[in-house]
């Protein structure tokens, strides 16, 4: 893809991207750990624990073990032989949604637990927007025999029934979120109001890279088995190559970061995809919310703005503070679709592929339709596209929405 | 008492030094800027009962550190139009004769630059400045600004600080040091928390800064408890929700006689 207009790796300054923060949490001028005073000592032992864990074989051994044997790992990687045909493009899918509880986020919320257990605490909170974060933590919670509350916007909760029924089933309490414009961020408000006053008991279970350090790069480091995996099986297809654009959906940014962590260092070229209603990339300035410097939808005063979107998971006016430093230096670039765009994507993608997405990942589905037809992606381009989630928490909205 | 060290002291740390070492307990409401359209009648009100300093919310859409009886009024104030400028330049009319802080959150200042946020703060006649989600490890360069701009950032300690870091708290505090009365969001609790009294003589043996208590002290006979142990006490959701309920300036202003005939007594 020697013409494309997607900017690629090379040249990249590599080594930096994506490592290990420093002690301040930063990723360039984003990042960082705003939180009340309450919380700071929590976060400062979460940063140690997570490191320590993460430096110790036998957590690694547990938590892959739980990886493989309870949740499917590995994902396989699907060629779209279909798809690729109508687009003239090679489409590589990474398929999260046959993880086990039909997501990614179960990748995240296995090691939190584990963490949390190791660091002795009995109680998840978790906040969720579609509900796939807070039925992986629920799930996580009921395996390993913790408590767990999930926080919810009311408009989330009626939109997303299902889920809510799943997480109840799963012996999770959900608790609806009345404040604000009732999705997720103003989920993670409560969530973080929670913690504040059970911070000695419980463990925040955040569901993306987001939020104060160390959650950006601790829940990166946590998703990048979805990217390291994606490469070495994309070598395999592509006959040792990465593939020309690799791109997913961002909500917070969680599947996108974990996708990119596996191929930040190579040549191929970065790609995340917002909604449009949510873009706090396209429409954000720099700000500091949910304990985090990054970019948000926000007003001149400062004061947040509400995001619109079909998809709940992606109903959020900001964006993880890694995203922000990549889109900064250049590494990745970030583009909008629209609903419309992301409906159209969502029946496309099941009639040529027997796939029903989330409308999450149906995001990047759609930026690829567009992208393959407007010359953006040039005809003959491999592209790998994460497939965040399963659509089955999905079908009755469209449907509705159909009718 | 001894001195203030070697900062500069500035207008909300000296009338809180001056009235503690004169013997005085010290008590400080917090009302909500724009709250309603007689809001600053009840800052008038607060100052004519006996208040010692008085705290002004500036409403922010996502306030992290505050429970439903402040959410409500923040969203009440933000519907009706309440912004940043419009409660200063209120303020900047007010002609009370206490000290004002204001209490928001810190995407507030920092969204029109640290150095123009401190500024338009002490134009206004803005003593100090409480920012509950920038804890002093963020804090640097709004603390830098703020101190040139002659504006006292009041640092909060919390029952999890350890003693360290409430040590290193208690000396960039400026203004008053103020004691988390518990682990939790502010509103109203029926009894005092264990930790508030604990809390509260931690802040004291570290710094000489008129140690305040706030969050979940909810009537005067639990002001009058902490301040057996605290030089006083800050009083922001047992305030609001009764001008919630429509007690207006005079309510406001027997609610502070009541606190403050509690601690006096
Ligand atoms: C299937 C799926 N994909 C993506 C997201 C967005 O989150 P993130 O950007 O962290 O991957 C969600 C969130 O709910 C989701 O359920």
Request: net charge negative; hydrophobic share 45%; with cysteine.
């Amino acid at each position: 893809m020697s013409d494309a207009s997607v900017p690629t790796g090379a040249g990249a300054p590599r080594a930096r991207l994506m490592g290990v923060p420093g002690p301040d949490g930063r990723f360039g001028e984003f990042g960082g750990r705003f939180v009340p005073e309450s919380l700071v000592p929590a976060c400062v032992e979460l940063s140690s624990a997570f490191d320590e864990a993460w430096g110790d074989p036998s957590f690694h051994e547990e938590l892959d073990g739980l990886l493989t044997t309870y949740a499917g790992r590995p994902t396989p990687v699907t060629e779209c032989r279909r798809l690729s045909e109508q687009l003239g493009v090679r489409v590589l899918m990474k398929r999260e949604d046959l993880a086990h509880t039909g997501s990614h986020k179960i990748n995240n919320v296995l090691g939190q637990a584990l963490l949390a257990r190791r660091m002795g605490k009995q109680r998840l909170v978790a906040e969720t927007g579609a509900g796939q974060h807070g039925v992986a933590s629920a799930t996580a919670a009921a395996l390993l025999g913790l408590r767990c509350v999930v926080y919810m916007g009311e408009v989330d909760v009626a939109r997303q029934e299902l889920n809510v029924f799943r997480m109840r089933l799963l012996g999770a309490e959900v608790r609806p979120v009345s404040s604000g414009s009732r999705t997720l961020k103003d989920a993670v408000n409560e969530a973080l109001r929670d913690w504040v006053a059970t911070v000695e008991t419980t463990h925040y279970c955040i569901g993306s890279v987001m939020g104060p350090h160390p959650y950006p790069y601790m829940v990166r480091e946590l998703q990048r088995v979805v990217g390291d995996e994606a490469r070495e099986q994309c070598r395999e297809v592509l006959g040792g190559a990465d593939p020309d654009v690799v791109v997913a959906c961002i909500g917070g940014g969680s599947n996108a970061a974990g996708t990119f962590a596996g191929f930040v260092d190579t040549r191929s070229a970065l790609v995340g995809v917002e909604a449009a209603g949510g873009a706090a990339l396209g429409s954000g300035v720099p700000g500091v919310v949910h304990g985090m410097r990054s970019m948000f939808l926000q007003d001149e005063d400062g004061q947040i703005l509400e995001a619109h979107s079909i998809s709940a998971g992606l109903d959020y006016p900001g964006i993880g503070p890694e995203h922000a430093q990549l889109a900064a230096v250049g590494r990745a670039t970030y583009h909008s679709v629209g609903d419309d765009e992301v409906l159209d994507a969502f029946r496309t993608l099941a009639a040529t592929e027997g796939i029903i997405p989330a409308l999450e990942p149906a995001h990047a589905v759609a930026w690829l339709l567009r992208a393959a037809r407007t010359g953006e992606v040039p005809p003959g381009s491999t592209v790998l596209l994460t497939m965040s989630g399963r659509g089955d928490k999905d079908v009755a909205q469209v449907m509705e929405m159909q009718s | 008492m001894t001195g203030p060290g070697t900062h500069q002291v500035g207008a909300l740390e000296a009338r809180l030094r001056e009235r503690r070492d004169a013997g005085s307990k010290l008590v400080v409401p917090y009302l909500t800027g724009g709250l309603d359209g007689e809001w600053i009648d009840t800052l008038r009100a607060l100052a004519a009962a006996g208040a010692d300093a008085i705290e002004v919310g500036i409403p922010f859409s996502d306030p992290v550190m505050d429970g439903p009886t402040i959410q409500e009024a923040s969203e009440r104030a933000l519907r009706s139009g309440t912004t940043r400028h419009s409660i200063l330049d209120a303020l900047r009319g007010a002609d009370v004769d206490v000290p004002i802080a204001v209490m928001t959150y810190y995407n507030l200042v920092a969204r029109a630059g640290h150095r123009r946020s401190a500024s338009e703060l002490a134009a206004a006649g803005v003593a100090g400045a409480i920012l509950p989600d920038l804890p002093l490890d963020e804090a640097g360069p709004w603390l830098a600004a703020a101190d040139e701009a002659g504006v006292a950032t009041v640092l909060l300690a919390a029952p999890t600080t350890p003693d360290d870091r409430l040590a290193a708290i208690g000396a960039r505090s400026r203004g008053f040091l103020y004691a988390v009365g518990l682990l939790g969001v502010t509103g109203e609790r029926r009894e005092l928390a264990a930790s508030a009294r604990a809390i509260a003589a931690r802040c004291m043996a570290v710094t000489d800064l008129p140690v305040l208590v706030g969050v979940g002290v909810s009537n005067a006979a639990q002001a009058r408890e902490l301040c057996e142990v605290a030089d006083g006490v800050v009083v922001g959701s047992a305030l609001v929700r009764r001008l919630l309920d429509g007690a207006g300036p005079k309510g406001a202003g027997e609610f502070l006689a009541e606190l403050r005939a509690a601690v006096d007594g």
